[in-house]
Nanobody, 122 residues
Framework: QVQLVESGGGLVQPGGSLRLSCAAS????????VGWFRQAPGEEREWVSC????????FDADSVKGRFTISRDNAKNTVYLQMNSLKPEDTAVYYC???????????????WGQGTQVTVSS
């Protein structure tokens, strides 16, 4: 069974850090591009970051550039999103998704996780 499971979300104060994990089962994540998206209440799902499946090139939305870092551990079949200097506007449900190539659009992504809540508040 193909599955992506996010973890690592939680409540953090502004300026704090969290590391999200996206663990795959049923397929080898190494051969896929993996993207992170987020969705705040009442908002559309927004692309955040992506790591390529070919050469591990990374791409970030302007809103998170310099604060978020995406990486992968192929031995653990897992992709991470390290989030630093968190702001209240980063509050959202974060989703990971796998695709053949990186994109900031939804349609290339074949597999999606269920999401993990990130709340940035004092």
């Amino acid at each position: 069974q193909v599955q992506l499971v996010e973890s690592g979300g939680g409540l953090v104060q502004p300026g704090g850090s969290l590391r999200l994990s996206c663990a795959a089962s049923g397929f080898t994540l190494e051969y896929y591009a993996v993207g992170w998206f987020r969705q705040a209440p009442g908002e559309e799902r927004e692309w955040v970051s992506c790591i390529s499946g070919t050469d591990d090139s990374t791409f970030d939305a302007d809103s998170v550039k310099g604060r978020f870092t995406i990486s992968r551990d192929n031995a653990k079949n897992t992709v991470y999103l390290q989030m630093n200097s968190l702001k209240p506007e980063d509050t959202a449900v974060y989703y990971c998704a796998a695709a053949r190539y990186c994109s900031d659009a939804y349609y290339p992504y074949d597999y999606w996780g269920q999401g993990t809540q990130v709340t940035v508040s004092s």
